[in-house]
């Protein structure tokens, strides 16, 4: 079947990512050793893919802001990166990172013309035309008049922030405001005994003879009313002016005593009910009517309406002062603060993880912990350590830059710091594949049981419970060889309801077929096909990702 999707020169042929593990290195964590935060050093798909099996469906709010693609060479990027290229590593990026937003979470990726058009099509067709949530959120970052490049024929001013979502459960936070209580004050009074009373929403409402309304400024009685004056364009634009118009202008109704009175109307509206005067003559094209709301909700503070997100914001003053923000200079795509804590007050609230793979100097990570979420940020290269790390010990300290102030930061809070581990699978002196060096044990039982889409947990109490799938299904992994009294032995341990995978070098011929319920296969064989190996590089920026090799992935 035909679909509508942009296309490129290497689509449909991306390789399938290794599923590498992450390597706590504790020396790099800093704060409360309890935190669920992290900052990952390494190629940002190499991480999206550790991260995918543990956090699929969890990320309540994604922000990126990768690289423009511009044709200009940055101080920290590479931004001039052939067309395909773009969109096929951008392609790659956005098909994991929708797998770990979750069903009522926001996708948000700031992007600026260069290739802007381009991603939102490649995200029309990731998340679904439908995906598209209402609106582009544009953002002012820099005033025309102060451009140093005189030689432009068209200045940058405006970037753009695409923003998706996977479900209509994904709802916005919306800002709150008084619905305007003081305007609310007018009761209707008469100085006459009224002669017709109606029932409206379990409330009564009482009609005098024509011609004895008043209008007092009670604010003690029952109902509070703000004055309302509709006319021309809003009588036929709008629902309650057609309402008034149609429907509550001169009726007249007799009771029983033969006395006629003119009801000029009460109609339903968000509030309960709402008075209606009507015009003062017949065929009158205004008029005036009081809308209610019982004083109850505005004592009680309930009386409060959405304001819309805007979808323009002007930070050209914050672009141009952000620079020293955190303590942490990065020329050529820093972003301030406040526009973070804007999409994060819209699109999260405090507790949720929101997640950043292309941190920069760290703007979301700070803006994320100083406003009491959970987060994870991923960069490559050396100013993770230089800048990013830096900014959050500073932040977690109680930098007052940025927002500080205006939340009052007084620092707190932890991260833990976290390296990709190899490859797994090197190639020998021969070119056969083999398991690399860098490996001790633990890494490589958590290795394998990733590749083979089980979680690392092993049982303090049952050697062979090395990780799991479901609740029944387990996982072995050793570097000895498996014989018959071996297997035996955990067969024998093994409950009918429970399953097995054992991953060894070599065993005894056989063993592959003597339990339906136990699979045995050899390493590295049983993950060659997994994935693709000893690729370190999906940037086209080489860089050398050192390992780190600390207590807890020791060899016991």
């Known amino acids: 079947m035909q679909r509508l999707e942009l296309t490129w020169i290497g689509k449909g042929e991306e390789p399938a990512v290794e599923p590498r593990i992450l390597l706590h290195d504790p020396y790099k964590d800093y704060?409360?050793?309890?935190?669920?935060?992290?900052?990952?050093?390494?190629?940002?798909?190499?991480?999206?893919?550790?991260?995918?099996?543990?956090?699929?469906?969890?990320?309540?709010?994604?922000?990126?802001?990768p690289p423009y693609n511009t044709g200009e060479a940055f101080e920290y990027y590479d931004d001039n990166l052939e067309h395909s290229i773009w969109l096929g590593l951008m392609y790659s990026r956005l098909r994991i990172l929708y797998n770990l937003l979750a069903d009522d979470g926001f996708f948000c990726c700031q992007i600026d013309d260069s290739e802007g058009h381009y991603l939102k099509a490649m995200l029309d067709e990731i998340f679904g035309r439908n995906g598209y949530y209402q609106t582009t959120i544009y953002i002012r970052v820099r005033y025309p008049e102060k451009t140093l490049k005189q030689d432009m024929a068209f200045h940058k001013e405006i970037e753009q922030v695409h923003v998706y979502r996977k479900t209509s459960a994904a709802k916005p936070i919306l800002n709150k405001v008084e619905a305007g209580y003081e305007k609310f004050k007018y009761t209707i009074s008469t100085d006459s005994t009224p002669t017709k009373t109606i029932e409206l929403g379990g409330k009564k409402v009482e009609i005098f003879e024509k011609g004895h309304y008043t209008i007092s400024s009670d604010e003690g009685s029952e109902y509070g009313l703000k004055e309302i004056w509709a006319s021309g364009t809003i009588l036929d634009g709008n629902s309650s002016g057609r309402f008034f118009r149609?429907?509550?202008?001169?009726?007249y109704e007799e009771d029983g005593y033969g006395v006629i009175y003119k009801v000029y109307?009460?109609?339903?509206?968000?509030?309960?009910?709402?008075?209606?005067?009507?015009?003062?003559?017949?065929?009158a094209t205004k008029g005036k009517y009081y809308q209610g709301v019982p004083l109850s909700k505005l004592e009680s503070g309930e009386m409060t309406r959405d304001v819309p997100i805007n979808g323009f914001i002007d930070l050209a003053a914050s672009f141009g002062n952000c620079r020293q923000e955190g303590g942490s200079e990065f020329r050529g795509g820093k972003k301030p603060e406040v526009l973070l804590r804007t999409l994060l007050t819209h699109f999260s609230k405090p507790g949720d993880l929101i997640l950043d793979s292309f941190l920069g100097s760290g703007t979301t990570a700070a803006v994320a912990h100083k406003m009491g979420r959970r987060y994870i940020g991923i960069e490559l290269g050396e100013h993770c350590y230089s800048l990013c790390k830096p900014r959050l010990d500073r932040v977690i300290d109680g930098d007052q830059t940025g927002i500080s102030k205006d939340l009052n930061w007084q620092g707190g809070g932890g991260y833990k710091f976290y390296e990709l581990a190899p490859s797994l699978i090197e190639k020998d002196k021969y070119g056969n594949p083999v398991i690399s060096e860098q490996f001790n044990s633990t890494m490589l039982i958590a290795a394998v049981a990733k590749l083979n889409g089980y979680f690392f947990a092993p049982d303090a109490d049952v050697f062979w419970k090395q990780g799991y799938s479901q609740d029944k299904s387990f996982i072995?992994?050793?570097?000895?060889?498996?014989?018959?009294?071996?297997?035996?032995?955990?067969?024998?341990?093994?409950?009918?309801?429970?399953?097995?995978?054992?991953?060894?070098?070599?065993?005894?011929?056989?063993?592959?077929?003597?339990?339906?319920?136990?699979q045995v296969k050899k390493i590295p064989k049983s993950v060659l096909d997994k994935c693709e190996y000893g690729v370190d590089n999906y940037n086209l920026n080489v860089v050398d990702i050192p390992i780190i090799d600390e207590e807890e992935w020791e060899d016991d």
């Open 476 to 518: 072995y992994v050793t570097t000895e060889y498996l014989d018959a009294k071996m297997l035996d032995s955990i067969a024998s341990d093994l409950s009918s309801m429970e399953s097995l995978l054992i991953c060894t070098p070599a065993f005894d011929i056989g063993l592959d077929k003597r339990y339906d319920n136990i």
């Open 246 to 251: 149609d429907y509550l202008t001169g009726r």
């Open 31 to 65: 704060g409360d050793p309890n935190t669920e935060n992290m900052l990952i050093h390494g190629d940002n798909l190499l991480a999206l893919k550790a991260l995918e099996q543990q956090y699929a469906g969890q990320v309540k709010c994604i922000y990126i802001d």
């Open 265 to 283: 109307g009460i109609g339903d509206d968000r509030y309960d009910f709402r008075y209606f005067t009507g015009p003062n003559r017949e065929g």
